[in-house]
């Protein structure tokens, strides 16, 4: 079996700051870090390796600095890691990273044998658009597994598997075939710790780095600022709010007393919540 997992390293959103004038991110001196909503893909992927064996690939797009996130994946537990950087594609959308990325898994599976399940994280923190694993599974025409919570059952001999997907009102359950592409929620599971092994492993490996060329991009229009239609027009921190937090004083500390003060002053400051609330009540 071989599993892809597709990462991004990304500013620490933690520390990033926007320019007072210009509106714009000030990157300098921001640490990056592994996109954290991927590292549940690559733990989820470690797990069905473990279990069920055979490799897992860990792909990246970006500078070359880029390399440190996919060392960190090696230290994992990754069985290699491959990264595609070239000029190219500097100022790529989600349009056109997905392309790249789509052609340098038409390369990774020339080379180490086609994926059967290509794990994405559910989006990024600097761009949360949740559009690059999607756009993947559309290029390379698979099937896609979006917003899975847990992983039901896996059967590889029969080629299926069986996920709980999060979707608006309740949980889908879901059964497909392999191959396909997964992105997969936060909070699914927990980041194992690297075992020294795996850390010798990975100081010592070398990371497989790929050009547009190396990769078989030949189409550079859709790359980079070219193959990028989206404009972002503004980039602006959110205002500080204007009103001030208030305390609602109650004389009885039960718990009734509470939310009946609580309920009210939402009401008193929403009455359209309070008549929707009413209509939803049993017997209205």
């Given at each position: 079996m071989h599993i892809v997992v597709c990462v991004k390293q990304v500013p620490d959103s933690g520390q990033i700051r926007v320019h007072p004038v210009t509106n714009t991110i000030m990157r300098q001196g921001v640490p990056t870090i592994i996109n954290p909503y991927d590292l549940f893909s690559l733990e989820e992927a470690l797990r069905l390796r473990d279990k069920h064996g055979g490799e897992v690939t860990v792909v990246t797009m970006g500078p070359p600095m880029a390399d440190q996130a996919l060392r960190k994946c090696l230290?994992?537990?990754?069985?290699?890691?491959?990264?595609?950087?070239?000029?190219?594609?500097?100022?790529?959308?989600?349009?056109?990273?997905?392309?790249?990325?789509?052609q340098l898994i038409e390369k990774v599976s020339a080379t180490w044998g086609a994926p059967d399940i290509i794990?994405?994280?559910?989006?990024t923190i600097d761009g949360d658009t949740a559009q690059v694993?999607?756009?993947?599974?559309?290029?390379l025409n698979l099937l896609q597994l979006t917003y899975v919570q847990k992983i039901e059952d896996f059967d590889f001999d029969k080629k299926e598997i069986t996920v709980h997907r999060r979707a608006e009102g309740g949980i889908q359950v879901l059964k497909t075939k392999l191959p396909c592409l997964v992105t997969m929620l936060e909070g699914t599971n927990e980041m194992r710790r690297g075992t020294m092994a795996d850390a010798l492993r990975a100081a010592r490996a070398g990371i497989i780095t790929w050009s547009a060329a190396d990769a078989g991009i030949t189409n550079l229009a859709l790359c980079g600022l070219k193959g990028s239609p989206t404009i972002v027009k503004k980039v602006?921190?959110?205002?500080?709010?204007?009103?001030?937090?208030?305390?609602?004083?109650?004389?009885?500390?039960?718990?009734?007393?509470?939310?009946?003060?609580?309920?009210?002053e939402v009401y008193k400051r929403q009455p359209a919540l309070e008549q929707d609330m009413v209509k939803m009540a049993p017997g209205y």
């Open positions: 230290t994992f537990g990754a069985d290699r890691a491959v990264l595609l950087t070239d000029r190219f594609f500097a100022g790529s959308d989600t349009l056109a990273t997905s392309y790249a990325l789509g794990f994405c994280g559910k989006q694993g999607p756009g993947i599974a559309k290029r602006f921190a959110p205002p500080a709010r204007a009103e001030k937090a208030f305390q609602i004083e109650v004389a009885d500390k039960s718990y009734e007393d509470i939310c009946d003060a609580l309920l009210g």
